[in-house]
């Protein structure tokens, strides 16, 4: 006897075939089919388990609605017969209650789901063609509590059959957008293969998804990032921007670290192109000529009193302005100093390393010498304290600060929230 036979009343618990349709009536008149043990499970349960075909559909006759009767785990009796590959009885279920098709478990899974977890494949193939016979597709398409459609399960379960034949039963006009549903980790199904490679069967997989019209999660476009029903009502502006933020921002588990990798290499390369440049042409430009005001001589010339002295190659900005030049020079030598760590820290490994850390040592005093030199006299001494001091201890004290400022930010957001 196994599991779920135990939840069998005893009289039916052995073999049952001309007495079932009477027992099963004394069990219905008696209610004791309405009363559920500790697991939750129903005798319909225990028959769809043991697929006592017979049974079921005496039960079933009497009243349908038992077949969506759920255990504690959510389980329907089609659940179970599912689990156990019980092929007659899925059948003998759904002929008599097509929704339960849908029923989910706690877990957000379908029968259909259930299936290909458990490796039925005759299970599959026969709700499947009920599927397709009463035309219930939107069911080949439903997403457990993770946002996995069956043909996510399928594609990391490896099983070529189930999908090849999850992939017919889509309709064609559709099939290209079902294809690529993706899960709440942004992941296809073709994602999941890629991620976790086998060396059975891959390829046959990878090309029956391709010519399905499968794809990458990092090439779907934002309107298949979740499926939406079509309604009167046009998402908002806001909404679409918000769409838009969460597809193009980095995820840990679609996007593969070798590409975050040169992407960062990318944007490192031009704020140091750009911080290096600007400490060559701070802003306003510098002075072409040299003017060093005579005192000796007496005029009354007010533009000639006014004049400050200047030098050539010296920073017309700071000339007037010291408190704007020094926080120029202050926030150009942060990016430029950061952005040459990330460079060191991304190219860990590199061939001809040694070689690329001497140009980034000689851009990095080239930029220090500029900066002093651009910079006039009122200011040289900041200027040359924040060149050669901040520059060197910011890529610190980001490592010690970036975990706090980490766990500040969160509690910004919320702030931000609770105030608007």
Known sequence: MNAYETHLPKEIVPDLKREEYVIAGKILRQRSVFDLDKDGFSPLHAAAASGQVETVRAILEIDKKFCRVKDRDGKTPLHVATRRGKIDVIREIVSNCVDCLEDETVQGQTALHLAILHQEIGAVIAIVDLITETNQIDVLNKKDEQGNTALHLATWRKNRQVIEVLIQAIPEESRSFEVNNMNKMGLSALDLLVMFPSEAGDREIYEKLIEAGAQRGRDIGTTN??????????????????????????????????????ALLVVASLVATATFQASLTPPGGTWQDSYIPDFSKNTTSVNTKNQQAYIAGQSIMGTYNGVAFTMFVFFNTIGFSVSLSMLNILTLGFPLRFQLQICMMAMYFSHNTAMTSVAPDNVKLYCILITSILSAITPIFMRLFEKPIGMLVPFCKSMLQKIC
């Open 225 to 262: 990032v979740e499926r939406t029903t079509i309604t009167a009502t046009c998402p908002t502006e806001s909404q679409s921007h918000k769409d838009l933020v969460k597809y193009f921002t980095f995820k840990k588990h679609r996007d593969s670290p070798s590409e975050a990798r040169s």
